[in-house]
């Protein structure tokens, strides 16, 4: 089965264009399965180049977690004919902005550079898809830079920490369980073989999708993509069916012991699939219960009762399902079992009531509004295009779900919360400070 | 085809300076009411007054109340945020530009009546010393405010934002109201608007909804010069637990008037603010310290502070500190290759030419050089200044202005071993532990 949970319509080598907010989407496939998509935009004169691998660490084994984050690294070194840094230089010698990203269930690394430079993207970028230069020492230094980045955001970070044992927790027996980031005696044990085998088998014109917005004609960036992208082979990409997380048919709970001056709540529910029309809704509960100071756990929690000094949350925008995840930082002298019994009080009332016909209208106005707002910039639009194309294969379903948002009533928001924040479909870390030296 | 959307400037309001930034790309408008003082003004042992007000004119205007305040900005489907600088605060405000008049509406409310009910004084000074307790997770946040205590000794530049227990504590109604009534008069203001909205149709919604701001004189705030801190010395915030140490390595840089300023920048980026600079080759890549490394220079009305941030594992800890001393050094001593200096122009350049595809970004051209009380024109000719730099004159601003022998140094990490290796390294006894939760 195709990685692509949605094929569009146009056939192999052929093209179609599309209204994409005002502006016009130009979609071609290469014959060597590339999707190019290119969005003019001659605003201002900059160009923003991004390359989509439908690779992340979903796609990893156990033993090799954070291999798909590791090669991100990996893919600012040497190629066969261009030196270590060069690309970087490149980029930067003319102001471009560089830099690249991994989550679950794809990678991209983008530049956002001066229209004069953008074909340089198309050079360097094809260039290291192919003749990247593996060596042992790159790789041992590198390593080391990892292992930092994870000491930074996770091992001496209380948050960072909890969550990746809530999802470790909440969603074991799935790919999902690990971290992105890799397990740090994963990261120790990352070689050279396991390295080249990664590169060969993702790096591949069918596993990407490149967009190119900004300052530029479709045509003459067909023509520089062909000639630069066309003749690389395509590779065998393993069959990827959706994945299901073993049923959970009871509140799971652990804690973990850190010094920090207060208790802290990690809190996940099984969330639905990106694709489901039920990922919207509950995007619009979770805005309801926390997407402003004045929403329904910030309010209580924080202001009112005084009892945390933050409560937040989001649905993860996984292929397969993440969670709605749960931040709660608790205040000073504040029990953890009061605070999680009124969390658990107020989410039952939501559940009986649903939500005023006003917090729905509250809601449909901010995520409207967060929807305008990442589509501001020109990198902005191309990271919508790439996110949308590698995770539901079709970059104008970001419309679909600005129409979701729109079209949810208070009855459907109502069940679709009654349906996921179940608490038998619950789990919780509970962060315990310990004292410090 | 480029177009660059226009933009407009006038006065207003007996004083109040607007900037406007016109653009229909998308159904949205950004606000900008910048007031030029800020947290400078908060006198000694009220440290955190300026902020506390900020907090307290979020709790929204005289009968209204912190609830009502959010379930009007969320039907509005408007941000709103109220940020406290050294020298400025600012209410910034986003929203669908069909709900910019009773989003302006309720701004002015806001500023120009606010509540400050003792019932809501009494909550956010509550929320203040629950944050200051957790900022003790905050390793980054301690290293920084140690290094301003190290640099700027018995110097408003030295005194945190946030304040501290003691100081939170003292801050009363009338503290708020005296600030209030200094800070917000209109000719402290700069408002910024960019986005979707004719300069003619802001200046009606200004005029009609904020004409009644006061009109007396904007404060004046007098910042002593900076003394020279002599020597090496150094902080270690004690985390033992902590598998890695936030390193910071500061001295006294530059401010907005310096002739050297240009030169200085320009040297800074050559020497660690890229990806590609010394810096951050052989501390990162070369010796794989850090995920995290680079120079900074922060600009003031006076002297601000170049500083180098890393993160290497408890370990590597001081030998990352010691190659970055090298690297400060050699710099200073030998200035920066000519081909550093010709990569750092193409870099500020093309990253000036960026700055272009969204309004907001283009008016914070303006806005932040008219909110710091200097010409909105300050950036015009950024450009040709930078590339008018020679290398004599880069390596002769770095030599004036950056001192290596004067370092402060913060770590946050494990004293125990850290306090007697930095002894050594550095050859001073001026090396200091002190406990996370120390305010």
């Known amino acids: ?437 | 085809m480029t177009h660059l959307a226009s933009h407009h400037a006038f006065g207003l309001l007996g004083g109040a300076r607007v900037l406007v930034e016109e653009s229909r790309d998308l159904p949205l408008v950004d606000l900008a009411f910048g007031f030029r003082s800020g947290s400078l003004l908060d006198p000694v042992g009220m440290e955190g007054l300026a902020r506390l007000m900020a907090r307290l004119l979020r709790s929204g205007p005289r009968g209204s109340s912190p609830a009502k305040i959010e379930d009007e900005l969320a039907d509005l489907g408007a941000r709103m945020s109220i940020q406290v600088g050294q020298s400025s605060l600012t209410l910034h405000a986003s929203v669908l530009s069909r709900n910019l008049e009773p989003l302006i509406a309720m701004v002015a409310s806001i500023l120009l009546e606010p509540g400050f009910r003792p019932k809501d004084l009494a909550r956010e000074r509550r929320a203040t010393l629950a944050r200051i307790t957790q900022l003790v997770d905050e390793d980054r946040a301690l290293a920084g405010r140690h290094l301003y205590r190290m640099l700027y000794p018995d110097h408003p530049y030295g005194r945190g934002m946030l304040g501290t227990r003691r100081s939170v504590r003292s801050i009363q109604r009338e503290h708020l109201r005296e600030l209030w009534r200094r800070t917000f008069t209109s000719r402290n203001l700069v408002v910024g608007v960019a986005g979707d909205v004719s300069a003619e149709d802001i200046s009606r919604m200004l005029h009609a909804h904020l004409g009644e701001l006061p009109r007396q004189a904007r404060p004046t705030v007098k910042i002593p010069g900076i003394p020279r801190v002599r020597g090496r010395r150094a902080r270690v915030v004690h985390k033992p637990e902590r598998s890695q140490s936030q390193l910071l390595v500061g001295t006294l840089g530059t401010h907005y008037r310096d002739p050297q300023l240009y030169p200085l920048m320009l040297a800074n980026t050559a020497f660690g603010e890229t990806f590609s600079s010394p810096l951050v080759d052989r501390i990162r890549k070369q010796e794989g310290f850090s995920y995290g490394v680079g120079s900074r220079l922060s600009l003031g009305q006076k002297r601000g502070l170049f500083s180098i941030s890393s993160f290497p594992s408890s370990e590597d800890a001081i030998d990352c500190l010691r190659i970055e001393l090298e690297l400060l050094d050699a710099w200073v001593e030998r200035g920066c290759p000519a081909a550093g200096l010709r990569f750092a122009k193409g870099y500020l350049v093309g990253a000036r030419g960026m700055e272009l595809d969204t309004a907001e970004k283009r008016l914070d051209q303006r806005f932040g050089p008219a909110l710091a009380g200097l010409p909105e024109s300050y950036w015009d000719d950024y450009i040709p200044r930078l590339r008018a730099v020679t290398k004599s004159e880069a390596d002769a601003a770095v030599r004036a202005r950056i001192r290596p022998e004067d370092v402060a140094i913060s770590i946050v990490g494990d004293a125990d071993k850290l306090v007697p290796a930095l002894k050594q390294l550095l050859g001073t006894d001026d090396v200091t532990r002190h406990a996370p939760d120390e305010a």
Not at chain 1, 151 to 167: C, H, I, N, T
Request: aromatic letters at 10%; one cysteine or more; hydrophobic letters at 40%.
């Open chain 1, 1 to 437: 089965m195709a990685r692509r949970d949605h094929v569009p319509k146009f056939a192999t080598g052929k093209t179609d264009s599309v209204p994409f907010g005002g502006l016009t989407l130009h979609r071609f496939r290469l014959d060597n399965g590339l999707e190019l998509r290119v969005l003019p935009d001659s605003r201002a004169p900059i160009v923003s180049y991004q390359s989509w691998f439908r690779v992340g660490s979903a796609d990893e084994e156990p033993g090799r977690t954070g291999q798909a984050h590791f090669f991100e690294h990996l893919m600012f070194g040497a190629t066969d004919t261009r030196e270590e840094g060069e690309l970087d230089r490149t980029f930067e010698a003319v102001g471009a902005e560089i830099n690249a990203a991994t989550w679950t269930d794809w990678t991209y690394y983008y530049e956002t550079c001066p229209k004069r430079a953008w074909t340089r993207c198309v050079e360097l970028e094809s260039d290291r898809m192919v003749h990247l230069k593996l060596e042992r020492e790159r790789l041992l230094a590198e390593r080391d830079v990892v292992l930092s980045e994870r000491r930074s955001r996770v091992d001496d970070d209380v948050e960072g920490l909890a969550v990746e044992k809530l999802y470790a927790l909440a969603l074991k027996g799935h790919a999902y369980a690990w971290p992105t980031l890799g397990w740090a005696r994963d990261i120790r044990r990352f070689d050279l073989r396991a390295s080249q085998a990664f590169y060969r088998r993702w790096y591949a014109p069918n596993n990407l999708t490149l967009v190119v917005a900004g300052d530029v004609s479709p045509a003459d960036v067909l023509r520089r993509v062909q000639k630069a992208y066309g003749s690389i082979p395509a590779s065998k990409l393993p069959r990827r069916a959706a994945r299901r997380t073993p049923a959970q048919r009871k509140q799971r709970r652990t804690t973990l012991s850190f010094v920090t001056p207060t208790p802290k709540f990690a809190i996940g529910y099984r969330a639905p699939a990106f694709g489901s029309p039920d990922w919207a809704l509950l995007s619009v509960v979770c805005d309801i219960l926390f997407g402003s100071r004045g929403a329904r756990f910030p309010r209580s929690l924080v202001h009112e009762r005084e009892l945390c000094v933050s409560a937040r949350a989001h649905v993860t925008p996984f292929r397969d399902g993440g969670l709605f995840d749960v931040w709660l930082s608790l205040r000073e002298d504040v029990e953890p079992a009061n605070v999680l019994e009124l969390f658990d009080r107020e989410l039952t009332r939501f559940l009986d009531e649903g939500p005023t016909p006003a917090e729905l209208t509250r809601a449909q106005n901010s995520l409207e509004f967060s929807f305008l707002t990442s589509m501001e910039t020109i990198a902005g639009k191309a990271e919508q295009i790439g996110f949308y194309e590698s995770v539901l294969g079709d970059a104008t379903r970001v419309f679909d779900r600005l129409e979701a948002y729109q079209s949810a009533s208070v009855e459907s928001v109502r069940d679709v919360a009654r349906r996921y924040l179940d608490s038998t479909q619950r789990s919780v870390v509970e962060v315990v400070p310990k004292v410090g030296a």
